[in-house]
């Protein structure tokens, strides 16, 4: 089964600075994709950003990067110049193309909340 | 905004009682996928249809049923309502084997 964890409930980082929430997940596939989503009060889930795992090279949407590592299983999120806008609830998330059936079935944590101080 | 449209917006059901939750997909996109969201978890997969049919099922029982319209939008039905079906109600919308999906806001469901 895929699993994906992540050991941060909350996290607090001053406006301007960096920050970086950790995602792991377990998987036996070979072709998958990982993401980022954002989910602010308004609910609404959002897409960060997106990791293809056959590629080497980390993914960065303008503030947004992250560090894949394939072989740690480790996916984590890279916030810089942190914005009072970017204070929302993180989640990170798998998806297997071959699994499960459902071509589009995300797989997700239980979110970091991630709180930018003024 | 996604361009997907969930309604209504909040929803106060009696246990027991039945529900009808809706979405409109995006344009273009042909799938949709439904994830029910506990409070302070993450969202977890109930079913996705891809061209009106069923196309794969999370660990829901069978009173989490669902339909899709030839125009692409949705329904999820739930029977029997339970104090634990009390959640975000979230869809997503995508192109068949496009990895992006667009979440609609969601419905937030209370069940008393």
């Known amino acids: 089964a895929q699993t994906v964890t992540q050991s941060q409930p909350e996290m607090s980082v001053q406006e301007a600075e960096t920050v970086t929430l950790s995602c792991t997940y377990d998987?036996?596939?070979?072709?998958?994709?990982l993401f980022w989503y954002k989910q602010p009060p308004s609910r609404q889930m959002i897409l960060v950003i997106r990791?293809?795992?056959?590629?080497?090279q980390n993914a960065t949407e303008n503030r947004f990067s992250v560090n894949f590592q394939k072989a740690a299983k480790s996916f984590s999120l890279k916030i810089s110049d942190s914005q009072l806008g970017d204070t929302a609830m993180y989640f990170c998330a798998f998806y297997a193309p071959n699994y499960g059936g459902a071509t589009n079935k995300l797989i997700f944590g239980t979110g970091t909340l991630l709180a930018v101080q003024p | 905004e996604t361009g997907v449209t969930q309604s209504p917006t909040h929803l106060i059901k009696t246990r027991g009682q039945q529900v009808t939750l809706r979405c409109s997909s995006q344009?273009?996109?042909?799938?949709v996928s439904w994830y029910q969201q506990a409070l302070g978890q993450g969202p977890q997969f109930i079913f996705q249809y891809y061209r009106e049919e069923e196309n794969g099922r999370g660990n829901f029982p069978p009173r989490f049923s669902g339909l899709q319209f030839p125009n692409y939008s949705s329904e999820l039905n739930v029977n029997a309502l339970e104090l634990d079906d009390s959640a975000l109600y979230l869809c997503?919308?995508?192109?068949?084997?496009?990895?992006?999906?667009?979440f609609g806001q969601g419905t937030r469901l209370t069940v008393v």
């Open positions: 344009s273009g996109h042909n799938t």
């Open positions: 997503a919308t995508s192109g068949i084997g496009n990895t992006e999906a667009f």
């Open positions: 990791q293809e795992a056959y590629k080497q």
């Open positions: 998987t036996s596939e070979s072709n998958y994709y």
